[in-house]
Each structure stands twice: as C-alpha cells, then as structure tokens.
C-alpha cells in the first residue's frame, strides 16, 4: 500500500503561480509511476502530468504544457506540480496519483492510488 498526500494548494490570481507537493508513505521502495490528475466541478478527472521512476520521462496534457511542470524527489519520496501562468480554467480539486511501474499513462484508471485531493482557485 501507498499512501498519498497533497499539499500547496490554494487561492492565486490569474497569472500566478503555485506549487503542489505530494508526500508519499508505506510501500515506496517500489518502483511506481507518479501522475497528477484534476478535477473541476460537473467535469470528469483527467490527466495533468506524469513521471516516470527517474524522473528523465515526462508527459503532459496539452492545457498545461509551457506552464506546468512535474519533477520528483526520490529521496524524500516527494512529487512536486509547478504551476505558472495561471488561468481561471486551471481551477480544480488535484490529485496525486501511483502505478506500479516504469510507464507514464495519462489513463485515470491506470493509477493504483490516490491522494484525498487539494483545490487551486484561480481569480480572474
């Protein structure tokens, strides 16, 4: 089992910039995927970014990419989600997610586990 929990979130202006951390506990010396998700109100969760073990593979969803970026800290069993250039579009509740592997999915039910979540509200 993995545990995951998020941290970071918040109220920013459009144009602002946060960073999210997710903590990882229990089972982490196995080898897992880090993804994050997100989920705004009447819409379904979807794909943010995702790292691979090394953190030397990326992927990110098309709204995010030149703004967003995902990095890892193995040592501290840490995944962290740069937001910049905020949009009121951006607003939503994120996740952090775990697989089990070496291959970064965008697919929600790709993922093993989740964190209980963390909203960002961007004001225009």
């Known amino acids: 089992q993995v545990q995951l929990v998020e941290s970071g979130g918040g109220l920013v202006q459009a144009g602002g910039s946060l960073r999210l951390s997710c903590a990882a506990s229990?089972?982490?010396?196995?080898?897992?995927?880090m993804g994050w998700f997100r989920q705004a109100p009447g819409k379904e969760r979807e794909f943010v970014a995702g790292?691979?073990?090394?953190?030397?593979?990326?992927d990110y969803a098309d709204s995010v990419k030149g703004r967003f970026t995902i990095s890892r800290d193995n040592a501290k069993n840490t995944v962290y989600l740069q937001m910049n250039s905020l949009k009121p579009e951006d607003t939503a509740v994120y996740y952090c997610?775990?697989?089990?592997?070496?291959?970064?999915?965008?697919?929600?039910?790709?993922?093993?586990?989740w964190g209980q979540g963390t909203q960002v509200t961007v004001s225009s």
């Open positions: 229990g089972r982490t010396s196995t080898t897992y995927v």
């Open positions: 790292i691979n073990v090394s953190g030397g593979d990326t």
């Open positions: 997610a775990a697989k089990y592997g070496f291959q970064v999915y965008s697919g929600v039910l790709k993922y093993d586990y």
